[in-house]
């Protein structure tokens, strides 16, 4: 048997503790023997080949999040339902779990690498879209699991779409720039030295996939989000919330407490564009495709120019501003305006919302639900 084989072998038997990700010699030990590249160019061994023409067969981990079950709709949609996969670690609302309506979902800690893998083979999977991760707020407050999820759990990912060959996509965020980055605008390429764990572990990101792109030929593509703005879904924890919660409010209450300062600018962009823009970098061509990492953007504003806008369609709207110190910090550190000039010269990326197109989609589709809610 070929050393690499047994390597892979010994690989393999490698199991992490679910939730866990604190074993560090298992970790060691797999990550010395089990080499991607040597594993993905035997052909006995990455049996299953896909002609051009095949629907990819998708698994999003992290699924039930702000984006996931978003992206998953909109895949379902081009690939048919039963080819993209949803997965968390998280019980899923009815209308989620019940296949027959959406599509599978299924459980999965990015934590357990031999869970992966087997989700991965017994699916088929081509495609894998990596959205778990703890948010830049939430990361802060727990920063040991944040290091788990955004950094043990990548290099599982990782590992995993090497070892089989899979197109993967990891978002990362304006929070991937730090304090000595360019903040207005921000390009592609500058320095990057963020200040949370959640921008350390997008750079890390960042340079492991672009990595595992030259060494091993991975197939890794990523772009970096600014804040997204859903109605649907609610966000996970980040500094960018309250521009998805002050609709929320608005509609149900007529109030809001603001907890960024008046004029802190950040990107900003509504949740179609997101997953949209993400559809469109996964199916470009490689050769349009000049490098592995692109920022992409929309608007950008400040708590105090979204307000004017919501109160040009609800005027009675009363704000507060009760300044989290946390956050403000890490939007201080972080990009105003994003550059995004590459994305849209090389695979056509362009955004179809601006701002008072996305405050009114965001106010009817509120104001809709909260009619049927109160009509129910
Ligand atoms: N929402 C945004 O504004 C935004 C902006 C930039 C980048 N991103 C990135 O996009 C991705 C998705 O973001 P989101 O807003 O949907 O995040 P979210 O916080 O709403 O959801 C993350 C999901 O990860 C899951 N998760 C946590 N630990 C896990 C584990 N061990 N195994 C499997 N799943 C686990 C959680 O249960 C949760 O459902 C993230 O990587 C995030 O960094 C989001
Ligand atoms: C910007 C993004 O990464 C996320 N919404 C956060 O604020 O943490």
Known sequence: ???????????????????????????????????????????????????????????????????????????????????????????????????????PFIYSDILDYKNLREIVVNNRITWLVHYSALLSAVGEANVSLARAVNITGLHNILDIAAEHGLRLFVPSTIGAFGPTSPRNPTPDLCVQRPRTIYGVSKVHAELMGEYYHHKYGLDFRCLRYPGIISADSQPGGGTTDYAVAIFHDAVKTGKFECNLKPDTRLPMMYIDDCLRATLEVMESPAEQLSMRTYNINAMSFTPEELVAEVQKQLPDLQVTYNIDPVRQAIADSWPMNFDDENARREWGWKHEYDLPELVTTMLNSIGADSRIASAN
């Open 1 to 103: 048997m070929p050393v690499f084989r047994a390597l892979a072998r010994a690989a393999q038997q490698t199991v992490l503790t679910p939730g866990c990700g604190c074993r560090p010699l298992a970790l060691a030990v797999r990550h010395i023997s089990f080499s991607p590249r040597q594993v993905t160019s035997d052909a006995s061994f990455h049996s299953v080949s896909f002609s051009e023409t095949d629907h990819p067969k998708v698994l999003i981990t992290g699924g039930l999040g702000q984006l996931g079950v978003g992206l998953a709709k909109l895949l379902r949609k081009r690939f048919g339902k039963n080819n993209v996969i949803l997965s968390d670690i998280r019980k899923p609302p009815s209308h989620v779990f019940h296949s027959g309506m959406t599509g």
